[in-house]
């Protein structure tokens, strides 16, 4: 598999060309965010007959669904003028200020909301 290097923002821009138009833009949003659950949802399903029916994992249908589910998100931060990069890295800081030495049980359970 050949596989090239991709930005977040890249791949972002290239969602547009299999988005469709709505004329408007809450309507899009919504389409998003329900399919956004959607393929959550097949990504949970099969993850749930991975670890519970005995099914084997395979990575490249697991990709495929996260894929899908990525396109989603990809839509609504496009829509909304948010680039993906911007998500990741606000995402990262956020955690860094929540767990500034790595996951613990004790912070989890005490945090106080961002």
């Known amino acids: 598999m050949n596989m090239e290097k991709m930005s977040a923002n890249e791949y972002q821009y290239l969602t547009r060309r299999t988005a469709g138009v709505h004329k408007d833009p809450a309507i899009g949003l919504v389409n998003w965010s329900m399919g956004l659950a959607g393929e959550v949802g097949e990504v949970v399903d099969y993850l749930k007959k991975v670890v519970f029916h ?27 003028k948010i680039p993906l990069d911007v998500v990741m890295y606000e995402n990262i800081e956020k955690l860094r200020k929540r767990y500034p030495e790595g996951f613990s049980t004790e912070r989890s359970v005490n945090r106080v909301e961002d």
């Open 54 to 80: 005995g099914h084997p994992l395979d990575k490249e249908k697991l990709t495929k669904e996260l894929g899908d589910a990525l396109w989603y998100l990809a839509r609504i931060a496009d829509d909304c």
